[in-house]
């Protein structure tokens, strides 16, 4: 499955390490304060795509943003094609550790909540709660990680899982809080903050997506510490990450 031009985004620069110093012929593209970063991301001496990348900000307001942002940028007049968010998560189950995967094959927004017009998470102008990535791409990514299996264990990174991932705009870190938002979404495997607004755009905008979560921290208390420290280790990491999830589409 091949593609000219993917979007890349994530929350923070840590989550996409020193991808843009790989990039040749970089132009830049700003919208007040952000910035897209596009250029030729080469595989080898005839292998290559266009590569648009920005960091969002935190939060489901600056994901959307940045989503719709991303998706009108044109590289040597080839439109993005599809668009990644890429970043940490935490774990909302015990089998799912620090250092796991997760591709989001659904993703849920757990602060939305327009009862009693709508059901619980439904977002209106969707009409529907659960966002699914498209089967097909989903499920060739997830392919092409299993593959890379034994790199990740040897690595750094756990097991490569797929689930349901929700976001909202808050950072859990107590188990009450956690047990709560369990409790409506049962299948949960991560949590995060921008996922599930960037679905929605891109649904609405109909450009196909996945969202590829590290795990940092499990939401519970003293997740902040954990999280913290992660990132300033998965900084040094999440660049090969970053050329697996690339490279499986070129
Ligand atoms: N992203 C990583 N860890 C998180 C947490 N505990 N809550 C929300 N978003 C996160």
Redesign the pocket.
């Known amino acids: 499955m091949k593609f000219s031009h993917i979007g890349l985004l994530s929350a923070m620069p840590e989550e996409i390490g020193t991808i843009t110093n790989d990039l040749t012929d970089i132009k830049i593209t700003s919208f007040g304060d952000f910035k897209v970063y596009s250029g030729i991301w080469k595989k080898d001496e005839d292998q290559f795509i266009y590569l648009s990348v920005a960091f969002s900000g935190w939060g489901k307001v600056s994901a959307a943003r940045a989503t719709t942002r991303l998706i009108s940028i044109l590289y040597k007049n080839i439109p993005v094609e599809l668009i990644l968010f890429t970043g940490?998560?935490?774990s909302t189950k015990e089998n799912i550790k620090q250092w796991d995967i997760v591709l989001g094959e659904c993703l849920i927004q757990h602060d939305m909540d327009a009862t009693p017009l709508f059901d619980k998470f439904v977002i209106p102008s969707l009409n529907k709660k659960e966002l699914l990535p498209p089967k097909k791409i989903f499920e060739f990514l997830f392919g092409k990680f299993k593959e890379f299996d034994s790199f990740f264990e040897q690595s750094k990174f756990g097991m490569v899982k797929r689930g349901v991932i929700a976001s909202g705009d808050?950072?859990?870190?107590d188990e009450n809080t956690l047990k709560k938002i369990l409790f409506n979404i049962p299948t949960l495997s991560a949590?995060?903050?921008e996922g599930a607004s960037f679905a929605q755009v891109s649904i609405q905008e109909n450009i196909p997506w996945l969202v590829i979560r590290v795990i940092?921290?499990n939401?519970k208390e003293g997740?902040e510490n954990d999280?913290s420290k992660f990132v300033q280790e998965y900084k040094f990491h999440s660049h090969k990450l970053i050329s697996i999830l690339i490279e499986s589409f070129i």
């Open positions: 940490v998560a935490a808050q950072f859990v870190s949590i995060e903050m940092s921290d939401a997740s999280f």
